[in-house]
Every structure is written in C-alpha cells, then in structure tokens.
C-alpha cells in the first residue's frame, strides 16, 4: 500500500472540511495509514475515523495531525440532481434520449431549439406533452420549458409564460450562433421591450453567450460577447436574473462572479477535456460542441468554478444528440450527447480535483435555488466501478456517440 507523505495544508483535503461528518459517503474504503507528527500505525482499522481523529486534524495548535488516507471511496449519494440545460429534440430522436435522462434527473431545463422553435406558450404546452408522453412507464420527471427568443418576441409572451406553470425561462440564442439558431436574435439591443417586461415579472434569461461576426476568433467568442453585449445589457436590466450557459473560458468565470444576478451552468465537457481533444490523432468530431472546447488553463478556471461551492456555478449538461452521420460528416453538427452518462462524467471530474464533496450542490442545490424551486428529496447513488462508456447507443437511422465513447470511467449510477 503506497503510504503518503505528511500532508502540508489540512484544510485542502475534502475529507477533513468543516462538513465532513455530515458528509453522506456511506460506504468507506479500507483506510490506510494514520499518522501523528511523524509516528505512524499500521493498520488503522477499516472504518471511518473518529470523532477523536477529526478534532486533532482540525487541531493544528497540537503540533500535531492525524493524516488518515482513503484508500477508496466505494459509493456516493446524493440527492437525485436536475439538467439545467437539456436538448431534448422531438419524435423518434427524443423517445430514444429521454429515457437517459430520466434515468439521472428528475428535472430539466428544456432547450426550444427545435425546428421550427418553441416561440410561444402555446408551442411549449404541446412540446411539453410530447416530451410526458415519452417517459417511460411508471417514471417520473419535470420538463421545464424554456420560450425561444426572436427579433419578433411580444411582452405580451413574456407576460403569458409567467402565468403558465411549467415555463421556466426564456432562451437567446444569437442569430446563427449554434445548432437551430436561424430565428435567433440579430441584435439584442432588438429586444429591449421583451427585457422589461421579463425584468418586471421576474422571468429569467438564459444566454447562448457567443458573437457570430465572422472577424471574431471562433476562440474568442464568448470573451467578446461577454465585452460587447453582456456588459453594457447587465447595466441596462441590473435586476433581470440571467444565466451564462455552458460557459467555457476563464473570462466568463470572472465575470460571472464579478456581476449580480447572474449565475452559470458548466457542461461534463468543458470540464473534462480541453480543446486538444478536437484534434488527437485527426479530427474528432465528436467533441465538437459550441461554445467550443478552449484551452487547458480556461478548463482549470472551469473546474475551480464547479468545485468552489459558489452557488453561482451550477450543472447544465448541454447533451445535444445528433446522428453519428450528422456528426461524421464534410461538415459536421455541433454538439456532445452526454445523457447517457452525466453523473458519472461529472463525478470523474470532480474527483479528479478531490472536489466529490462538493458534487451534490453544484449538482442538486444551486440550480433550483436559482430557479426559486424546491430542491428534490430523493436520493441516487454512484458507486464506484470500472466500465467503458459504449461506442454508440441506438439512435434513429445511425446511431448516437457518447461524450467519451470507449474511454474507461471509475464511476457508475446504479
Ligand atoms: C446544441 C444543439 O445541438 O442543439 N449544440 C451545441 O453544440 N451545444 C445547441 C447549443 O446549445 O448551442
Ligand atoms: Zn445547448
């Protein structure tokens, strides 16, 4: 057994944090090694540590510390998360992707990029039928609409989605920015009326937080939306509640914190790999998504974010399907289908940075605190296993490539 050496800073260790006995890690590893200043006792026995082991840990005034080493977390469980950015689509695509989602979440924020979009209440009751329609038997899940956003939008809409239940938000997607994106916004200065309207009833604003103009980077993008439009709208409409979807740069990181009322919601992707993926070993399509991967320094600002506890950072997954052809093709679809497997990417990405104790608010805390719901009450577990995420899932005429196929995962819902 690899013995570790004295830990210099406690307090950076997730299992010594202030919460730890509340902590719901149920089933622990063998647990390795304990240490005090130095002497060392082999074999601590296989339980968690005592009341006694954690009051010297947080007791540096001792000149002492016990270091106790985990050699294995075997589940995990927390309450059962929500998707606060889900592409559902319709028909025969969304019977075959909801069941994925069902599965891990009980709620989701329902992108209405469809073809023609959900620009209406009206369009939404009926979207939001097929979709309960396509739950499969004796399960249970929320679809929470979203209206789409157009130079053409009316306050009137705004002020009916308020009164409907179920719609949740509105999307802005900039004219051409992404996957269905046509009837977006040419120019959000367009909308003025519309932001009022939302401001004044409390209707929040999700953001596809690209510029389209050819002269800008593709890289830069979402920096120079951030510059451009962002800043100068937050002045204009302080109190509209916005979220930044599936940000992917540092820039969006610090200003999402530098600003109010506004949060973010951060993709399994733009967690795990940086834009090195787009081109290991040829062109991979299936990691093309928009906003596109960036570089690793903008992944770590990322996984800081996720991993810090702030309450603006929540999950979104952005799981986008589309035909393994769609994808492989001269010009390929943008977009990671990541239903299948999102608790379990998002666990490899928290641990990665010894962060899994903070998974189950940035998971299932922040997003319906933001959204002024309730949070949910049941609970899911992970456990740790190995598996290999597989090549393709079925998907209308061929087939559908998850975020990572064929690559090993330590982590699976059970
Ligand atoms: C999304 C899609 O395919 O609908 N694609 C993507 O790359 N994320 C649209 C979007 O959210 O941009
Ligand atoms: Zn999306």
Redesign the pocket.
Same mark, same amino acid.
């Given at each position: 057994m690899a013995i570790a050496r004295p830990i210099p800073d406690l307090n950076d260790r997730p299992y010594f944090h202030p919460d730890f006995l509340t902590h719901r890690w149920e089933v622990w590893g063998v647990w390795g090694v304990w240490e005090v200043w130095g002497e060392r006792f082999l074999p601590h026995p296989p339980t968690p540590p005592t009341l006694l082991d954690f009051s010297l840990v947080r007791n540096p005034g001792h000149k002492a510390f016990v270091a106790v080493y985990n050699q294995r977390m075997q589940k995990l469980t927390i309450t059962r998360p929500d998707d606060w950015h889900l $592409?559902l689509r319709d028909g025969a695509a969304l019977k075959a992707v909801l069941p994925f989602t069902v599965r891990q979440f009980a709620r989701a924020i329902i992108?209405p990029?469809l073809k023609p979009p959900i620009r209406s209440v009206a369009d939404a009751a009926c979207y939001r039928d097929r979709i309960l329609a396509a739950i499969p038997e004796g399960q249970q899940f929320e679809p929470l609409m979203t209206l789409y956003l157009t130079d053409n939008t009316s306050p009137d809409e705004i002020l009916r989605a308020k009164e409907s239940p179920f719609i949740k938000a509105v999307k802005y997607y900039p004219a051409g920015a *992404? *996957?269905?994106s046509d009837s977006g916004v040419t120019d959000i200065l367009k909308c003025d009326r519309v932001f009022e309207a939302m401001q004044q009833v409390d209707m929040p604003l999700l953001l &596809?937080g690209e510029v389209t103009d050819n002269d800008v980077d593709t890289f830069d993008r979402e920096k120079v939306f951030i510059e451009r439009h962002l800043i100068p709208f937050k002045q204009r409409f302080p109190n509209l509640r916005v979220v930044l979807e $599936?940000i992917t740069t540092s820039d969006a990181v610090q200003y999402v914190l530098s600003a109010n009322t506004i949060a973010a919601t951060i993709t399994p992707q733009h967690l795990l790999f940086n834009r090195n993926a787009l081109f290991k070993g040829g062109l991979r399509t299936h990691f093309y998504?928009?906003p596109i991967l960036k570089r690793e320094e903008h992944r770590q600002a990322l996984l800081q974010a996720a991993t810090s506890g702030n309450p603006k950072f929540f999950l979104g997954t952005?799981s986008?399907p &589309?035909t393994r052809t769609s994808k492989e093709s001269s010009c390929g679809?943008?977009?990671c289908f990541s239903a299948l497997h999102a608790l379990e990417l998002y666990a490899e990405a928290f641990e990665s940075v010894k962060a899994l104790d903070k998974l189950e608010a940035f998971a299932s805390f922040y997003g319906p605190d933001f959204y002024q719901l309730p949070r949910n009450t049941e609970r899911i577990t992970l456990s740790k296993t190995t598996w290999r995420v597989p090549d393709e899932v079925p998907f209308m005429e061929s087939g559908l490539v998850p975020l990572g196929a064929g690559q090993e995962m330590t982590w699976q819902m059970v």
């Open positions: $592409h992108m990029n *992404t *996957t269905n &596809h $599936h998504c928009l952005d986008a &589309h679809c943008a977009g």
